[in-house]
């Protein structure tokens, strides 16, 4: 890892959130915030020493991109060519291939006190993708939220996605399953997978379902699925994360369509997170706010096709608060 991509860089609200941005993967590091008694602690999960985001590790904190998610068969059409993508995931592409936004070392400047400003350029056929893309992520603390605003433009029609892959337990930073986190999502329907976790195309209702989060419930067991968010106004929440322990809360708003609920099925105790921290399975929520996966693929889906001259532009808000 080069020295660049060491470089951290400290924010502080102005109420005493603090968060740390690593520039390598433009990564989420840390995010402290109180309990119900006022007491500071981790919400996310991260490493203490930056080096260690140079190994294998499941995207923790960091964006990523250049399509967050899956595509299947690691191919799609676009302007009547086929693209083939770099397969990282069995015969599918998952979050941008094998040399993701999540491994690069991006530019950084922080923006005084409390922002910081992240680029990378990705080269037209980087891992298999069209066109160059400019990227700006800029995260910022806001009182009680931590604000992540993603811009990109390209040269030549390409796909665009990029999600924030920080993992939330808002209880104990990790030490214990968020089975009991309680969960609202304002989604009346979800988009169904099949074996490998590609989506079928189909966009059905979660009335009736384990899916159904519309209102405030017990995280019941394993999910890695993606929720249509119903249209709303920007700052409308879409998601609401509640552990009835330490009384912290989050809420979250995007103008982004979809969202992945990932339970963390990949954790097992072979990471040694903060402290030495051994999360357990589902020892932590992903919360990725995003474009549908394979979207490239199914015409009904949210198209996440970026032209030249156009801007992707969008914001991800994570409100942190008590009960």
């Not at 400290?10 to 008694?37: F, K, N, Q, V, Y």
């Not at 609401?240 to 809360?249: E, F, K, M």
Request: hydrophobic content about 40%.
């Amino acid at each position: 890892m080069t020295p660049d991509a060491l470089r951290s860089f400290a924010l502080r609200s102005t109420t005493g959130l603090e968060a740390t941005i690593l520039a390598h993967g433009a990564t989420l590091m840390r995010l402290r915030a109180p309990d119900a008694r006022g007491r500071l602690g981790d919400v996310v999960l991260g490493f203490d020493d930056p080096r260690a985001y140079a190994d294998p590790h499941p995207y923790l904190g960091a964006i990523v991109g250049r399509y967050a998610n899956r595509i299947a068969h690691a191919r799609f059409a676009l302007g009547g060519r086929t693209h083939a993508l770099v397969a990282n995931e069995g015969p599918h592409c998952l979050h941008g291939g094998a040399i993701g936004f999540d491994r690069v070392a991006w530019e950084a400047e922080p923006i005084g006190d409390a922002a910081v400003a992240l680029r990378h350029r990705s080269v037209a056929g980087d891992q298999g993708f069209p066109g160059a893309l400019d990227v700006q992520v800029v995260y910022r603390l806001e009182a009680n939220a931590l604000r992540i605003e993603m811009r990109a433009t390209c040269d030549a029609a390409t796909v665009v996605s990029l999600a924030s892959h920080a993992y939330w337990n808002l209880e104990d930073g990790g030490a214990t399953p968020v089975h009991a986190h309680r969960l609202a999502i304002a989604a009346q329907r979800y988009t169904p997978v099949d074996a490998s976790k590609i989506p079928t195309g189909a966009i059905e209702p979660v009335a009736d379902t384990r899916f159904d989060f519309r209102a405030e419930r017990a995280i019941d067991g394993d999910y890695d699925h993606n929720f249509a968010l119903d249209a709303a106004p920007p700052d409308a929440v879409a998601a609401r994360l509640v552990a009835p322990g330490s009384g912290r809360t989050l809420a979250l708003r995007t103008s982004l369509p979809g969202l992945q609920l990932y339970t963390g099925t990949c954790f097992d105790g072979r990471w040694a997170f903060r402290e030495g921290l051994r999360t357990p399975r589902s020892g932590a929520v992903a919360l990725e706010a995003q474009h549908f996966p394979n979207a490239p693929n199914e015409p009904r889906f949210p198209s996440a096709r970026l032209d030249p001259g156009d801007v992707y532009a969008h914001s991800v808000v994570y409100e942190l608060g008590v009960v």
